[in-house]
């Protein structure tokens, strides 16, 4: 069992939660996701990338969208409540290397797994830029955890209720028109938003 220590919503549909997982938060590395599963009988495995971690405290920390059965019923459960299984640390982690300069792109809920990305790429001594963003201000998710990181932070909404009035693709494009250029970009985000950032960052 894994306990629940904290919850939040951080915004109508997403929520971050900090779970108890001693030898996940050992383990994992940035761009690794867990396999969840409620209970211990047929219930539904969901994989979500592991947002954060702590391997001092033991615990990692899951951002999700509450749009199915399971990330509904998770959305519900509180402090104290137990999540059944925990499989992971899963997946090729990301690699993390000294380039220089990184710029970290991320949109609406894709700013989740972007975060452990960037605080690596920080912790590796890049000098890092963080451009995050959303349709409107209440959709913006981890803003203090990506300033926190950055050497330069830029948010955008679409409907200009906070930060620059842009797609994030925007200020991007500007960063990779400057001289001198990024050394590196990892955007997450949807197709539309990852198609142009890989026409835009082509050399």
């Known amino acids: 069992m ?9 915004s109508e549909s997403v929520f971050k939660v900090r779970v108890e997982a001693p030898h996940i938060a050992s383990e994992r590395k940035p761009g690794q996701f867990v396999i969840l599963q409620l209970d211990t009988d047929f219930g539904e495995r969901i994989p979500l990338t592991i947002a954060d971690a702590n391997a001092d405290e033991g615990w990692i920390m899951l951002i999700f969208q509450a749009v199915g059965k399971t990330t509904h019923l998770l959305a519900e459960m509180q402090v104290g409540d137990s999540i059944a ?3 992971g640390p899963l997946g090729q982690p990301t690699h993390i290397e000294n380039v220089g300069r990184v710029v970290c792109v991320g ?23 963080t451009i995050i963003g959303a349709r409107s201000k209440e959709l913006i998710i981890l803003e203090d955890e990506m300033k926190a990181i950055a050497d330069a932070f830029i948010c955008c909404t679409d409907d200009g209720s906070y930060g620059r009035k842009a797609l994030v693709t925007e200020p991007l494009k500007e960063l990779c028109e400057a001289d001198p250029r990024p050394n590196l970009v990892v955007a997450i985000g949807p197709p539309i938003m990852m198609k142009f950032c890989a026409e835009t960052t082509r050399p």
């Not at 894994?2 to 951080?10: A, T």
């Open 2 to 10: 894994h306990h629940i220590l904290e919850r939040d919503k951080l």
């Open 85 to 87: 299984n925990l499989l």
């Open 107 to 129: 949109g609406g809920i894709g700013v989740a797994p972007l975060h452990p990305i960037a605080k690596g790429m920080k912790a590796a001594g890049n000098e890092v830029i």
